[in-house]
């Protein structure tokens, strides 16, 4: 029977997507969003606060969390999971975890980014909190810090259970978060792969990361209630696109209107360096220093996905002391750049001392004294 059903899904997993772009505005999901995949900065939305059932999409919450505990050096993949009976007997999709089976956190993510795997993700909350209802806890105080006012998590998995709601807008919000931790990618841009030593076969349920150029993650979801969702993500010339469609009427739409968002965003929009942090900005006066004037420059570089062709709109407001007093220490923040999409802010990086300027002391001020004596 699980051969079967793997052959199905594999065979599932080769049919080609129509990828091909429509009108933004002819989207058949209810409720969508796209966003820079570095910023959160909005570029489309559709009923983005729309409380809705997100299915699986749910789990990129739970990919999070496991990310940041590995971040924080309190797990390793390479860690083993003994698999509880409450994992084991999770309905729905799953890759047949069994009683007392012992597991990688590795293999239990590939099983979830993957293959969408209810049981891998109650194992892994289960593992990293003690029990799913405090990994669940977890997850809704992350989603409080992330600002997903609109969210709350009932479970980890997605099925569909009573209060469990989120929206188009709370969902980018976290994926631009999972984001920031690149192994993920180790994970989400798998299209084919197995488990148990090669025994038991995985095949994306995200068809985007074979059809779609760029693809590299995030998550599908669908459930009688939740209808046909994904949180889709690609990169392409540095521009990282976030793509979240709920509530599709199917999985070729769901599809569809997930690319029809990132074809949108990369055909309309660029990602432009709009400040260098190779050079010196300029020279700012220095009081009471043994020299007069420091080199700043801005911390790192700063880019911004703007509309293409309207780089030279964007303005800037510079928040930076008309003198400085000594010592000055290289690397120091003496203040920032805010850059303007119009009226609204897209970003600020902070501008920083080239070098050090040390205060000038009695000893200084006598010796450069006597030297100008000396040299008349």
């Known amino acids: 029977m699980k051969k079967r059903i793997l052959i199905f899904l594999l065979m599932l997993s080769l ?41 699986s999409v749910t789990k990129i919450m739970t990919m999070l969390l496991v990310m940041e505990a590995e971040n924080r050096g309190e797990i390793s ?47 892994l909350g289960e593992h990293l909190s003690g029990s799913h209802e405090e990994f669940v806890k977890k997850m809704n105080e992350r989603a409080k810090e992330l600002n997903m006012t609109n969210t709350h998590f009932v479970n980890c998995n997605g099925l569909d259970a009573e209060g469990h709601l989120t929206t188009a807008r ?36 995200n068809k985007l990361i074979r059809f779609y150029d760029g693809a590299n993650g995030m998550k599908t979801g669908s459930t009688s209630k939740a209808g046909c969702c994904i949180s889709a993500t690609a990169l392409r010339d540095g521009m990282q696109l976030v793509a979240v469609i709920m ?5 070729q739409e769901r599809f569809s209107d997930a690319s029809t968002l990132l074809n ?20 700012l006066e220095v009081s009471k220093g043994i020299k007069q004037t420091v080199g700043v420059a801005l911390k790192n570089d700063f880019t911004a996905v703007v509309g293409k062709g309207k780089k030279d709109g964007i303005t800037s407001v510079e928040n930076l002391s008309e003198m400085l007093n000594a010592p000055v220490k290289k690397g120091q923040v003496i203040g920032d750049i805010t850059y303007y999409d119009g009226k609204t802010p897209i970003g600020k990086v902070d501008v920083v001392a080239c070098e050090d300027i040390h205060k000038i002391s009695f000893l200084y001020a006598f010796e450069k004294l006597l030297f100008s004596f000396v040299s008349l």
């Open 247 to 251: 509530g599709a009427p199917n999985s």
């Open 264 to 283: 949108y965003g990369f055909g309309g929009f660029e990602n432009a360096v709009l400040g260098k942090s190779d050079s010196i900005y300029k020279y």
């Open 15 to 55: 049919i080609p997507l129509n990828t091909q772009a429509k009108d933004i505005n002819s989207l058949s999901s209810p409720s969508a969003i796209l966003m820079d995949g570095y910023t959160g900065k909005v570029l489309f939305e559709k009923q983005p606060d729309q409380k809705m059932p997100p299915a």
């Open 170 to 205: 709370d969902i980018g919000k976290m994926t631009v978060e999972l984001l920031k931790h690149p192994k993920i990618f180790e994970f989400t841009t798998i299209w084919m792969d197995t488990l148990r030593n090669g025994t038991f076969g995985l095949a994306n349920t």
């Open 77 to 123: 993949f390479d860690d083993i999971v003994t698999v509880s009976e409450n994992a084991a007997k999770k309905e729905g999709s799953h890759i047949f975890l069994s009683v007392g089976e012992q597991i990688s956190i590795r293999d239990l993510m590939k099983g979830v980014a993957v293959a969408s795997g209810n049981d891998a993700s109650i194992a």
